[in-house]
């Protein structure tokens, strides 16, 4: 069959049988009530009580006897392997005899997970069929995982022996874990919960509820035109991204223009400014707004004053969200687009200037439209963070309703309606996925390649003057803003009460972070320690997993030819268009009950972070793999390197960038992020925004800004870390000498 | 250079039968395309732009498989094998050094993934650097190198593998043109020093006439024709061929009779009758071509020729150009003779050289 190299087909069978049988015979099958990282159940009864108890002492006990054709369908590709060792046509039998495995195993443990649950039989029709079971089982855990994981690969290896991919056990092995990936946690949740919203309230279907739902003048009417009422929900969050994608984008491409060309020495302090407003809680934005622009905000009454008018609510509202949600994303964009910028190669720019364009000439007709991906790729992210921004919306909105508030007060409202929610997420869905259309369309199929496999020897262009003074105001006014805004929030945490009584205390920080001596060494006795740790744990474990999870989809779609790739991009695609409010409600709806049982644990708030930020580790894996010559790849595959050596060796090295950019942005998601966590959290798994959150419904600014302050910092910290941890990638670039200024 | 370097040759030859290469269900790249490359062998694929010079060369490569038909490398039959698992090695274009590696690490990339000991990857990697003469270069980034030693940093890296078949894809395309001709040399004394087995490919027909043992012409996803570089000069298949290696006059020409036992064909050019090998035609119109260098001018003729007016006399250095204006079409025409020269506007008599003329098909 086509070039595949049995000696690692035997191999990758062999470690995926290995796992299969651990997770068969080794660990326990079922969910553990105490948590996945608890290892109580090694010395409470283990094996043999039916709780810890692997499947096959179970089975070996007369127990769960459904689970029996388990072990029958893991060893058939062992019988693949001995009887293709006897037969020529090796090839074939094998590989046939690896998908059978692999489809009737994955085929059989979903259906006996969702067939029975914790009250026997799920279904009327099954108990009707089969009779009362008069057993029960709980969700998948370790054992089931493992064993459905070595499933998958038997299915994939299968099909690489066949032929597919020419054979790469590698690649189809990624697509396949990508795929089950997105299906277990995307698609299947989503799916989830769209059906509940063609449900009416007794859970009957009804087409005719889903439609006027749809259709509501709630969100799409259109009074704001013609009288004094706000417009539909819809044409609120529509306009309102619109303008956070363009303004964040054109603010970001400043950002990174000015911090690589603008041959200014102190361009290089813009970083931290641009990082801080990542690193903050959204919400927090929102709150320093209203410390400055609300109604008794300080610029407020100062302009009031100033003028003798009366001070105006006029911050709540449009405005006031536009504001913080600049703030607040403008750094994303940022982040982008400096990757684009600095992967323009400055001998195409040089290549140009030397035909006589001028400078100004050379970045609106060569610079500009290489960073064309970037600038799609920033606009896009800008406008779906803002649809899918709720903690700014529900802080500054005022009478500004948008989708993803409502969808939030649909489900936790008074009106518990989750079909409304539903309905509110199909619009959005269908918003964020036209846009990403439209970006295709716009990118079309040129190739924006420029960094080949030749070293560019090339200095950066300074930019035209007409670029770089509007541009340099525009940093002025932005980090000015930013500057006062961080203000504000750091002296937030140190006065008494904020309006009322501003002397300076450091009791919040006390209450939140104290820590005393005792005998038994420190103890954390501050109220916000147990979110924090917490937050830390769960931020730190979802980063990492999220970037490989980003990059390695990004590769395939950028790198691989396979059946149904477009199909691929959609899926991953998918979750892209899916804000956190959607995938937060999804999440608890599906992972209530078996076979996967998540609520209330970490697992799940880890799970969702990393496919809620997942898309941002595509998209700057694709940006900037696509901005890697392909050559490079194929050099090293003629020199006899195979695909994953490739990856580690040549990809993964030369997107140093984009993994810290993918790493950074993980982990600081995880730490920030509210959407969805307010819908997964537990009192077991507190994290930090949730709680911020809480105290300041109980008005407690003075604990939430000094928890928000701290959590700044630490990030900071980390995110430094980071950087010196994977390193300036070193591709070799002479750097831009200052050019004496022409008299 | 000493003969216990090293680097040895594993050359294998290189067979396509009746391969196909099809992009995209539409664009026919490689069309049917069989060929043989022998071991230690250069071959040079030429062509115009777009013939599918370079699909030909990735399929050997294993960086495309093809449509159909099937490649053997040696006796092994290597159709559906991918790149990683082919002896072969290839220089790119865009010479695809890897930019976060240096020279050390780029020449011995192959080596350290094909797990050999840690002495011998320092060995052949330095003799690799050695033959390209980079030696002590070891630490310096492809950034910091010139275009031609980027370039044979991207041959050694090829070569420490002792590949079956080393290929080349247009490697002198981004050197200037002196560099160009020691380069395309060295490239040459390399391959017969070590005995490679190369396949190279150019759209240069002096590039090809220099560094080949053999030639293989590429014409619209097919071949053209292949044989040593003189039998292509000399015995063009065609006026395609003819004209696409060096320069020819091509002429429209009548066949009057085809003598099929001594296999010579009756050629008459006014008062001048030809008589050349038939290569297979017979009677009817066919074509003519002379290489401008295999035309004579002379003042008076004994032997029967063809009347002529000089209408461009150039002299460029070690050679004279003339463009002459017969009864029977304008021909071109080159004279080592820059002592006594036809000014523009003489009279003069066109003769042929015995071997000069071929007849082509119509
Ligand atoms: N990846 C591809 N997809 C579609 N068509 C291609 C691809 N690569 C080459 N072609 C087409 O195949 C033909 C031969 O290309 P190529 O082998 O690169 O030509 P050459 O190297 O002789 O200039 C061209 O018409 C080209 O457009
Ligand atoms: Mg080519």
Known sequence: MAGVDWHLMNRTIGLWLLVGLLGFCVLPWYVLDDGLWSFEWLTDGYPFDTDYAPALFLLLQGEKLWLSPVPVLLSLPLLGIVLSKLIPTRGRLLGQMLCLAGVLGLAYMLAQGFAIGIRGWNSELLTQAFGELGDRQFGFGYGAMLVCVSFLFFLTTGIAARGAVNGDVFIVGAIGFVIALVGMFILFPVLNMLASAVQDGDGNYSLGVFFSKLFSSKIWGLHCLTENRSCGVAWNSLVLALCVGALTTLLGLVFALVATRSGMRQAHLLRPLTVLPIITPPFVIGLAIILLFGLSGAVTTFVADLLGINPTRWVYGLPGILIAQLLSFTPIAFLVLIGVVEGVAPSMEEASQTLRATRWQTFRTVSLPLMRPGIANAFLLGFIESMADFGNPLVLGGNYDVLSTEIFFAIVGAQNDQGQAAVLAIVLLIFTLSAFYAQRRWLGKKSYTTQTGKGDSGIPAILPRRVLIPSYILVGIWSTFTIVVYGMIFYGGFVEIWGLDHSITLKHYITAFGVTMTDNGLHFRGSAWDSFWTTLRIAATAAPLTAAVGLVTAYLLVRQDFAAKNAFEFGTMLSFAIPGTVIGVAYIMAFNVPPIELTGTGVILVLSFIFRNMPVGIRAGVASMSQLDKSLDEASLTLGANTWRTFREIILPLMKPAILAALVFSFVRAMTAISAVIFLVSAEHNMATSYIIGRVENNDYGIAIAYSTTLIVVMLVVVLLMQLLVGKSKVGRRVAQKVPPTV | ?362
């Open chain 2, 1 to 362: 250079m000493t003969t216990n370097i090293g680097i040895k040759s594993k050359a294998a030859s290189v067979e396509f039968k009746q391969v196909t290469k099809i992009y995209g269900g539409e664009v026919k790249a490689v069309d049917e395309v069989s060929l043989h490359v022998d071991a230690g062998e250069l071959v040079t694929l030429l062509g115009p732009s777009g013939c599918g010079k370079t699909t030909t060369l990735r399929m050997i490569a294993g960086l495309e498989m093809v449509s159909s038909g099937s490649i053997f490398i040696g006796e092994q039959d290597v159709t559906l094998l991918p790149a990683t698992d082919r002896d072969v090695s290839m220089v790119f274009q865009s010479y695809a050094l890897f930019p976060h590696m240096n020279v050390f690490e780029n020449v011995s990339y192959g080596l350290r993934v094909s797990k050999l000991n840690k002495k011998d990857i320092l060995e052949k990697t330095n003799t690799g650097l050695e033959l390209v003469g980079l030696a002590g270069y070891g630490d310096r980034l492809p950034s910091e190198l010139s275009g031609g030693q980027q370039q044979r940093v991207a041959v050694a890296r090829a070569l420490v593998l002792e590949p079956q078949v080393l290929l080349f894809d247009e490697p002198l395309s981004n050197l200037d043109a002196k560099l160009r001709r020691q380069v395309r040399e060295e490239i040459r004394e390399l391959q017969t020093e070590l005995g490679l087995t190369v396949v190279y490919v150019t759209h240069d027909q002096e590039e090809a006439l220099a560094v080949s043992d053999r030639i293989i012409v590429m014409r619209n996803a097919g071949i053209a024709q292949s044989g040593s570089p003189r039998e292509l000069y000399e015995q063009p298949a065609d006026s395609f061929v003819a004209d696409f290696i060096g320069e020819a006059n091509i002429m429209d020409v009548q066949i009057s009779s085809v003598d099929d036992h001594a296999g010579l064909a009756e050629v008459s050019l006014g008062n001048l009758s030809l008589r050349l090998a038939s290569r297979g035609m017979s009677a009817g119109p066919a074509k003519l071509a002379v290489r401008p260098n295999r035309i004579h001018l002379l003042a008076h003729s004994d032997v029967p020729s063809l009347a002529g007016v000089v209408k461009k006399s150039t002299y460029v250095g070690n050679h004279m150009e003339y463009v002459v204006a017969t009864d029977h079409g304008e021909w071109f025409s080159i004279s080592d003779n820059v002592d006594e020269v036809f000014r523009a506007g003489a009279q003069v008599q066109v003769v042929f050289s015995e071997r000069g003329p071929v007849l082509l098909p119509d």
